[in-house]
């Protein structure tokens, strides 16, 4: 076994044996959750629905996910670190989404046919499922990185779909030219902590992150995603800044786009110049001081980012 990956397991017991006390959060919550079957364009996807049990929610929100990991970023089970739970308590169905090729969802031939379109119009299928299973009109949206790209079109195309949109740490335009020849990204261990803050000698911030929810995350990083993702979103993204990723001037909803102002991924320049193309005057932008691209995670942050999108969606 790779050092590395040793070392990450090392640490993953470690703090989970630390953090027994801290895991009693969650299992002292019932939670229901259930798989939804859906399929779009010959490919089986994972949609699936998490609520507090014995509920029916009235409130539906759908996450998004990014690049090269899957919905389970979104349910890091760990002390009260789910945003999906947490969100489930607030009253909410919560609907997690794996874009064809990603985690649980069918594999695909070619890897760079998920692109960021293709993956809006999995977005649009979901959505519509989750209408028909609930009888809401409209839903709630958030997506997370490329999951901002993916949303931010589905969004602008299907408007009649979305209640209001949540763009966390939006990829607005591209991250600089490079050439992505291959379909597939090969995913290792280290890779899966790569959006985590670090420290001046490149180790991760353990003050900001606790070793168990990166343990917890690269886990099911490796458990979900495995070794490999594709990479349509990738040759997407890899573009000159130049490019628009994200349609601001055509997203009609209600938008939050709330990101931190470490994230090394983000031009917040650039989408302060953009908010007045969202068409919506309840449209806000919210900025974190000191918090980065996994502020979800963030010990510092992770709270005010999800009150901030809750009350927002109110």
Known sequence: MPAQKLCALLVLVLSLLMGAQAQAYTASIPFDQE???????GVRLHLDRIALANTQPAKQILLVHGLTYSSHEFDVDYADYSLARYLATQGYAVWRLDVAGYGSSQDVKDGFMPNSDYAAEDVAAAARTIIAKSGQKKIDVLGWSWGTVTSGRFAAKHPELVRKLVLYA?????LGEAKVTSPFNKNTWVHAAGDFQVTASGDIDYTICEPAVVATFQSNAWRYDKDSSPNGGRRDLLVSDTVRLIPFERI????????????PYLKLDRIREAMPELASKESRLFVIPGAAHSMMMERPYYKL????????LK
């Open 252 to 263: 009609t909803v209600p938008t939050l786009v709330i990101c931190g102002d470490k994230d």
């Open 305 to 312: 980012f999800r009150e901030t999108v809750v009350d927002y």
């Open 170 to 174: 939006p990829i607005l335009v591209g």
């Open 35 to 41: 798989v939804v079957p859906l399929e779009r364009n």
